[in-house]
């Protein structure tokens, strides 16, 4: 059984960093395209960044361009994003996504549809 972990959500002061961390189970971790997708309140579903396999290729949307990174760990399963200078709008419930062994990039990246198992999600609230 495929299990999606994350971790780390939290309150910060804007300005302030966080990373987030996703360790998944049940499938090779490998082999698989991975992202992160974020909702705000009232806002619908985005997705913030996404990365290959081998992390040798990412994508992000533009409104975490240059202020988030997201990396793998694939000798550990895990899945992370270093998110810096954060902004009150970046405020939302944060997912892990497994999506699957390759996407056209970046036009499919951020696609949630494309994306088979999910996290629960963890709060990022940032205060101004």
């Known amino acids: 059984r495929v299990q999606v972990a994350v971790s780390g959500g939290g309150l910060v002061q804007a300005g302030e960093s966080l990373r987030l961390a996703c360790t998944v189970s049940?499938?090779?971790?490998?082999?698989?395209?991975m992202a992160w997708f974020r909702q705000g309140p009232g806002k619908e579903r985005e997705g913030v960044s996404c990365i290959t396999r081998s992390g040798g290729s990412t994508v992000y949307s533009d409104s975490v361009k240059g202020r988030f990174i997201i990396s793998r760990d694939n000798a550990q399963n895990t899945l992370y994003l270093q998110m810096s200078s954060l902004k009150p709008e970046d405020t939302a419930m944060y997912y892990c996504?497994?999506?699957?062994?390759?996407?056209?990039?970046?036009?499919?990246?951020?696609?949630?549809?494309?994306?088979?198992?999910w996290s629960q999600g963890t709060q990022v609230t940032v205060s101004s």
């Open positions: 996504a497994v999506g699957p062994s390759s996407l056209l990039m970046p036009s499919r990246g951020l696609q949630a549809a494309l994306y088979d198992y």
């Open positions: 049940g499938l090779t971790f490998d082999g698989y395209v």
